[in-house]
């Protein structure tokens, strides 16, 4: 391979001059009275984008599921069912309220949480249900919905890695009580650190940004606090990225969609290795490309992404369980609603994050193509 020297990153945004300006435009004039403009301007393109009434900018998105969590007075005692294998921040807040997080397996096809898994650990102590629409895959909204509806729960999507995926033709973020999406630099719309919180609850908007701001009511000048909460802003400099980024919108997810193409493409010729799931009426932003080849194949993750690297191909594993990680080690609680084999977790295990970053074109997903090729046919 000639090219071999040519190191691909698995991940990275797409910043033109438009957030350059924007940013070098919110250093110079972002104060004084002028200091929430680009975050009202980035607030306001985000919610119309995404079809909902409040957009609040954050320092990251999980802020977003911390805040939503603590807007519902969830707390010790309660539960919330999760997908078992998701990235933690998807899951981290719940011990920030004191809850117990309950996990539950995922869908073969989307590799989203099960809806019937779900609904089996349902218990009178169960408040949310947290669904993921991992790498750009919608979840079953119609099914979380009727369920969050029919037991009374909270269903906040986190929606970190769709953003740009749609459902029925609504795009994510505008079907649930909450979604929450991040802005993290390998994210779809990246301003380095970020997130946004979104609803159409104007209740729950309300409650959110007094707990966000240590727990000052919008509008209070005099700092009278009412309660003791916590502070979750975006700055400036930041919030101009977002929305050079969210002006660039569908160049983004279009961008993001023939990065996918390309690969499909590329390794149709290869059996038994199932790519990101596109259901219909929906339609997927692919945040990350990512594959699960057959066991048959013979190699897990960590194999394949050795093999990548041998290549100067950067990759990533599929999320690990979270209930097979140290950090949730003895929390029998949390795990007691698993199956003996959980689908998600052969999925865990086989699968790799592919490179799908902006700096992709055609020519590097050939090179990828042909690496996994090799890889997989041990040639
Ligand atoms: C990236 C990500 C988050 C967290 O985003 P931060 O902005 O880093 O807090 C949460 N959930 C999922 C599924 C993610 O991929």
């Not at 011990?95 to 073969?108: K, N, Q, R």
């Given at each position: ?17 438009r ?11 972002a ?9 009202a ?40 069912i999760v ?14 309220v004191?809850?117990t997080?309950?996990?539950v ?7 989203c ?15 949310a249900?947290?669904a ?7 979840a ?53 650190e ?9 209740a ?11 727990g ?13 909460a ?53 339609t997927?932003?692919?945040w ?14 960590f194999a ?45 295990r ?6 799908s970053?902006?700096?992709m074109?055609?020519?590097k997903?050939?090179r990828?193509g ?6 997989l046919r041990?040639?």
């Amino acid at each position: 391979m000639s090219d071999v020297d040519d190191f691909i990153p698995v991940a990275g945004p797409s910043i033109t001059d438009r957030e350059v300006g924007y940013a070098a435009e919110a250093a110079r004039t972002a104060w004084y009275q002028n200091h929430n403009v680009f975050n009202a301007r980035f607030e306001a393109l985000f919610a119309e984008t995404v079809g909902v009434k409040h957009a609040v900018s954050l320092p990251h998105c999980t802020a977003g599921i911390h805040l939503a969590l603590a807007a519902r007075g969830i707390g010790a005692g309660d539960e919330v069912i999760v997908p078992d294998v998701t990235w933690i921040a998807s899951v981290a807040p719940v011990d920030y309220v004191g809850a117990t997080p309950v996990f539950v397996d995922s869908l073969a096809d989307t590799w989203c949480i099960d809806p019937d898994a779900v609904e089996a650990a349902i218990t009178e102590r169960t408040r949310a249900i947290i669904a993921v629409d991992l790498y750009g895959s919608m979840a079953d909204w119609a099914r979380l919905r009727a369920l969050a509806e029919k037991h009374g729960l909270f269903l906040l999507e986190d929606s970190a890695e769709a953003l740009g995926s749609t459902w029925h033709g609504r795009q994510a973020g505008s079907l649930g009580d909450a979604w929450v999406f991040s802005f993290h630099g390998s994210k779809t719309v990246a301003t380095g650190e970020g997130g946004m919180f979104v609803t159409s609850d104007d209740a729950l908007h309300a409650r959110v940004m007094t707990l966000r701001d240590h727990g000052r009511p919008p509008g209070d000048r005099l700092f009278l606090n009412t309660e003791v909460a916590f502070k979750y802003k975006m700055s400036a400099v930041q919030a101009a990225l977002g929305l050079g980024q969210m002006e660039r919108f569908d160049e983004l997810i279009e961008h993001k969609r023939r990065i996918f193409a390309w690969y499909r493409d590329r390794l149709s010729g290869l059996q038994g290795v199932s790519l990101n799931a596109e259901p219909k009426d929906t339609t997927n932003s692919y945040w990350m490309v990512t594959i699960v080849p057959d066991a048959d194949y013979g190699l897990d993750k960590f194999a394949i992404m050795d093999g990548l690297k041998e290549r100067n191909i950067d990759s990533r594993p599929f999320f690990s369980p979270l209930s097979t990680l140290p950090a949730y080690a003895d929390r029998p609680e949390s795990a007691r609603f698993l199956p003996a084999a959980p689908r998600a977790h052969e999925i865990a295990r086989l699968g790799v994050n592919l490179p799908s970053g902006y700096h992709m074109d055609e020519a590097k997903v050939d090179r990828v193509g042909a690496a996994l090729e090799a890889i997989l046919r041990r040639s």
